[in-house]
C-alpha cells in the first residue's frame, strides 16, 4: 500500500519512473514513425497535413522528454525491445485507414495519455513539467482521430458503421492485448510511483466509454 507521494530521492521511485519515461518516450517514437510512413497513403490533403504535423509533435516530445531524461539521469535501456518494436509497427502497417484511426488514436493516443495523466499528479515537479507540452498535444491527436472517425463513419452505409463501431472494443482489446503479452510489468512499474494499478485501469476503462460515446454520437 502507497502512502506518500514519492519523491525524485527515493531510489525505487526515481527507477520507476525513469522505466516510465523511457517507455513513454519509445511509443512517441514510434507513433512518430508509424504516422510519418502513413502520410503517403493517407486519404487526402487534410488527413496528411494531420499527420505532418502530428510527426513533428512527437518529434518534438521525444526530445523533450529526452532532455529530460539526461537531467534525471534515467537509465535509458529500451524497455520495448526491438523484436516487439516491429510487432507494432507491423500491426499498424496492415490496418485500413478507418482501422489505423481506431486504433492509433483511440487506443494508443485516448488511453495511452490518459495512463500518463493518471500520474502526472504524482510525478515530481521536474517529470510534471517535461509531460506539459507533450499532453497537451495528445489531446489533439485525440481530438483530429475522433472527429476524422466520425466523418469516416457517417459515410459509410448504416449496417457497415454500426458494425465498425461494435468492433473498436475488441480492437483496442486485441492491443491491450499485444502490449500486455509484451510482459514490461507496467502494473509493478505504476505502483511504485504511488499509483493504484487498479483505479489506473478504471480511469482508462472510464475513458474508452466517453471516447465510444464521442465517436457513435
Ligand atoms: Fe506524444
Ligand atoms: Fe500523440
Known amino acids: 500500500m502507497k502512502t506518500l507521494p514519492q ?18 518516450t519509445q511509443v512517441d517514437r514510434l507513433i512518430m514513425e508509424i504516422c510519418a510512413e502513413r502520410i503517403a497513403s ?13 510527426v513533428g509533435d512527437e518529434s518534438r516530445h521525444v526530445m523533450i522528454q529526452h532532455n529530460w531524461m539526461q537531467q534525471f539521469g534515467t537509465d535509458t535501456t529500451p524497455v520495448i525491445s526491438d523484436v516487439q518494436e516491429e510487432s ?13 484511426l ?8 485516448a488511453l ?6 493518471n500520474i502526472v499528479p504524482l510525478a515530481d515537479p521536474g517529470t510534471r513539467e517535461s509531460l506539459h507540452v507533450p499532453l497537451s498535444d495528445e489531446q489533439d491527436h485525440v481530438a483530429f482521430g475522433i472527429n476524422r472517425l466520425k466523418e469516416e463513419l457517417a459515410q459509410l ?8 463501431l461494435e468492433g473498436i472494443p ?13 510482459g514490461l510489468e507496467v502494473a509493478e512499474l505504476f505502483e511504485k510511483v504511488g499509483a493504484s494499478y487498479t483505479m489506473l485501469c478504471d ?9 465510444l460515446q464521442q465517436v457513435a454520437a
Request: hydrophobic share 45%; aromatic share 10%.
Open 170 to 182: 475488441r480492437r483496442i482489446e486485441a492491443l491491450t492485448d499485444m502490449f500486455l503479452d509484451f
Open 7 to 24: 519523491t525524485p530521492s527515493d531510489d525505487s521511485y526515481r527507477e520507476s519512473m525513469g522505466r516510465l519515461l523511457v517507455l513513454y
Open 102 to 109: 481506431a486504433d492509433m488514436y483511440l487506443c494508443v493516443e
Open 112 to 117: 495511452g495519455s490518459e495512463a500518463v495523466e
Open 203 to 211: 480511469a482508462v476503462r472510464q475513458r474508452q466509454d466517453e471516447v
Open 42 to 54: 493517407a486519404p487526402d490533403l487534410a488527413a496528411k497535413l494531420a499527420l505532418a504535423k502530428q
Open 157 to 164: 452505409p448504416a449496417g457497415e458503421r454500426e458494425a465498425f
Open 88 to 100: 507494432i509497427r507491423n500491426h499498424f502497417q496492415k490496418l485500413t485507414w478507418l482501422e489505423f
